[in-house]
């Protein structure tokens, strides 16, 4: 494919938006981001104009905002993240830093800019760990700035050491802790009796399963013998920005087996049974309706 002529320029998507990239008489190669293909197409108009006038190009780049966008979509695009670390990723990134340095241009940011983020979120009144956390993703964003030559430098990584100014009287969340006793155990057991969901709440609270573990069991994934029982745990149902997501577990010592003690044996038995049931009676109405 012929290389592009001086000024002739080109639009390419990227996750995100598009890229709009010239060659300039020189030889290098400037580059603007935009979000969608219109302002591409005008942006490119513009620069070729410029070109051929004569005239100074606009700054090419990229604003903080922009690339903090464009660095979530990769992310969710390569689900190389969990959903809900990504959803916390959007909250960090939309909430903490585009509105303090989302006008900065990308390679212009300094320790001082990561400060004045850490510092708006203190005086939001969040906690220390916010804080720290908000600095955490930053760096991480621009790790991969880093590994792409969007920035020369981490700046998030070099405002480590220096902590947020304290500001007004300190408060502290007292969150208590409920350990699940056995008299709890059976209160909540006899509570849900005969409740749809009973079954859950036994598995929950005899083998202490997460949640999305429970969620994410398949028949496929349990062995129902009455002396040797077991269930596997090899994934977990997330939901993140409006979707569910069926993901493995998030360490090695998290998929696991265990073993099922001849009542939940029985149990899951009778759920399996009535389950069953209740799908050929939903199949019988479904037939008679469309009769």
């Known amino acids: 494919m012929p290389k592009n002529s001086n000024g002739e320029g080109s639009i390419g998507k990227y996750v995100g938006g598009y890229a709009v990239r010239v060659t300039l008489p020189n030889g290098k190669r400037k580059a603007y981001y935009l979000k969608t293909r219109v302002e591409a197409s005008d942006k490119l108009t513009e620069v070729r104009r410029l070109l051929e006038d004569g005239k100074a190009l606009p700054d090419g780049k990229m604003l903080t905002r922009t690339y903090l966008t464009k660095w979530i979509t990769d992310k969710e695009a390569e689900k190389d993240v969990r959903p809900t ?66 920035v020369t430098a981490n700046v998030a990584a070099m405002a480590k050491g220096r902590k947020a100014r304290k500001k007004g009287r300190k408060t502290t969340l007292n969150v208590k802790k409920i350990d699940i006793t056995i008299d709890l155990g059976k209160r909540y057991l006899q509570a849900m009796t005969g409740n749809r969901h009973e079954l859950i709440f036994r ?89």
């Open 85 to 150: 670390t990504l959803r916390r990723y959007w909250e960090y990134v939309h909430y903490h830093m585009i509105p303090v340095i989302g006008d900065i241009p990308l390679n212009e940011l300094r320790p001082l800019h990561v400060h004045k983020v850490m510092q708006a979120v203190q005086d939001k009144g969040l906690s220390k760990q916010t804080i720290l956390t908000t600095r955490s993703v930053l760096q991480n964003a621009l790790n991969d700035a880093l590994e792409d030559e969007y």
């Open 203 to 291: 598995l929950a609270i005899f083998l202490g399963l997460r949640q999305s573990e429970l969620l994410g069991l398949r028949w496929s994934d349990i062995d129902l013998n009455k002396e040797n029982g077991k269930i596997r745990i090899n994934r977990g149902l997330h939901r993140s920005q409006g979707k569910w997501w069926f993901m493995e577990p998030k360490t090695e010592k998290s998929e696991r087996t265990t073993s099922l003690t001849e009542p939940l044996v029985e149990s899951l038995s009778n759920h399996r049974l009535a389950q069953i049931a209740e799908k050929k009676w939903y199949d019988a109405e479904e037939k008679h309706w469309e009769g």
